[in-house]
Each structure stands twice: as C-alpha cells, then as structure tokens.
C-alpha cells in the first residue's frame, strides 16, 4: 500500500502548507464564526475520507485487505476508520483542555496561538507516525499486550476522574522551564510571536516556544492514552493512522471553538474518562467477548454525546434567571 501512503501524506503536506502558509499568514485571533466553519470542514474532511477507505478495501485496491475475515470489508473498513476518527476526536479535548491550561499559564496572547498550535500538531504528526507504526507491530505480534494496555486505559480513567488540570499544567511549565534554563536564556514578554531571538548577541528563546515544547511533551503524554485506545479499535495501520492523523488536524479549529466555553463541558471529562475506562475493559475482555464494529461506534458516539448533552443541560440550568421585577407606572 506505499502508493496509498505516499498519496495520503501529500495531502497532509498540502493542507497543512495552504492552512499556515496561505489562509493564516498573518497573525491573529480567529473569531468564534471562523473557527467553527473550520472545524465544521476539517471534520467533513476526517469523517468524508471514510469513504476512500471503504473502496479502497472493498475492492483491494493494491493488496489491501483487513487483519480480521469478513464479508463486507470495505462496510467494516470504513466503520472501523469512523470508529478511531470519533475516539481520537473525543479523546483529543483532554489535550485541548490542558493546552488551554498552559496558554493561560504562558500568557500566550491568542493571535500567537494558532501558530504554537500548528507547528506543534506537526510535530504530533510525526510523533504519531512512529509511535502507531510500533503499537500496531506490537500488538499484531503479542496479544497478550492488549491485557496491559487495557488495564492501562482503566487506570488512566480512573485517573483522570481525580486529576486536576491545573496543576497538572503548572507542574509541566514548571519542570520544563527549569530544565529549559540551564541550556538557554529564556525571555518573557511579546516579540511578535517569534520562538527565538538574539539579545546582546546572545541566543534566546522566548515564553512562546517553551510552551511550543511543553505542548509537543504533553501530546506525547497524551499519545501513550490515545494509542492503546485506537488499538482496541483496529490493528490496520492504515486505518488508525489516517484516522488519527486527520482528528489531529482539526484540533487548532476545535480548540478555538472549545477554548471560550471549557467550563461550561464539566461533565465532558468525566464521559472521555468513563470511556476510557470502557474501552479498557473492552480490550481486557476482547480474546473471550466479541463486540461487532458497528456497537464499538455505537458506544463511542453514545458516552460522549452523554456527556455534552448533560453538560449542555447543566450549563443552561446553572445561568441566572432573568429578572422578572418590574416598577409599576
């Protein structure tokens, strides 16, 4: 399948050029309308790209077929690429949440942080890549890996129910600051959003490509939850990279959609933890109980439309009344 790779990842390169390189040359803060029309469009995209899928194995294009029997490949193909774009999606705003959390703890002005986004959702690309390409080699070689990172995501839920972002995100600043200064001058304050500079002759970096590191650490961190999750998915590399890798794409978007109302979601984090916690056992069980694809995407879609539609629910009911004393003529 290298054609099918080489085809994929020139569009990557050319959408990421046309994003940063053409539609958002100049620095600035998307407004709330641009940001969901552009999430509206990455996610058409992701979810539309489930099409090639199902005709490429459908029909076996070039050899491809699916690691599991089945009479419909390309029906499977395409639910089960659906299936890992919906669960990265939902997993993705925890890292949205935390990178919420060091922008404000960087003081990253908002026109810069469509830049510090893009640069470090490359990087998680790359990342992603290698990191996909070993888990699936190591779980189409062990199975009995599938009890550990099964028992991991169980963890993590739990974790996750207790973890506070806050200090999570200070503890990252923190750490990286410090390990950052002994190699570098670190400077603070606006310089147009460059991620370095020459003082007095001296090489510095500034607060904005620290927390460009401290982003690209996190989704690292982040990716060791997302893949053992997308593994209990499917062990087709094409499936979970190109559904990974277009979830990702989306996230500048999203985050500007989510950034403005993040407290108002608090019952969202608590879905994304439970459905990890699902997914876990869902991967402990998988050699004894066999659950379709089609109830995998089910599940998924269902946990987390849970969580919004109650955060949505809670949200409107904790808004104050509107008054209804009026003086009398």
Known sequence: MIW??????????????????????KAA????????WWTVGWMALGL???????????????????????????????????????????????????????????????????????????????????????????ASRFSWVFYIFGAWLVWLGIKLLREDADDEAEHEKSFTVRVLRRFVRIVDGDHGGKFTLRIDGRFAVTTVAVCLVVVELNDIMFAL????????????????????????????????????AMNRFKYLMMAIAV????????????????ISHLTSLAMIAGIIATGVIASVISARRELPAPSSSSEAP
Request: proline share 3%; net charge positive.
């Open 48 to 138: 539309g790209f489930s099409g090639v899928v199902y005709l490429i194995y459908q029909h076996g294009w070039l050899g491809a077929h699916l690691h599991e029997r089945s009479d419909s490949p390309g029906a499977d193909a395409a639910t089960t690429y659906v299936s890992a774009y919906l669960l990265e999606q939902s997993l993705s705003v925890d890292n949205i949440f935390i990178i919420w959390k060091l922008f404000h703890s960087f003081r990253v002005p908002p026109k810069y942080q469509h830049r510090v986004l893009f640069w470090g959702i490359l990087g998680a690309i790359i990342f992603r890549v290698v990191m996909l390409g070993g888990g699936v080699a190591i």
């Open 29 to 36: 803060e998307p407004t709330l309308k641009s940001a969901t």
């Open 275 to 290: 459905l990890l916690m699902v997914i876990g056992v869902k991967m402990i069980v998988r050699e004894h109980v066999h």
């Open 225 to 260: 939850d997302s893949i053992p999750a997308v593994l209990s998915v499917s062990r087709d590399s094409f499936i979970v990279v190109t559904s990974n890798i277009f979830a990702i794409m989306g996230l500048r978007s999203l985050y500007s959609v989510l950034a403005g």
């Open 4 to 25: 099918f790779w080489l085809g994929f990842f020139a569009l990557v390169g050319v959408l990421l050029a046309l994003d940063l390189g053409v539609l958002h040359r």
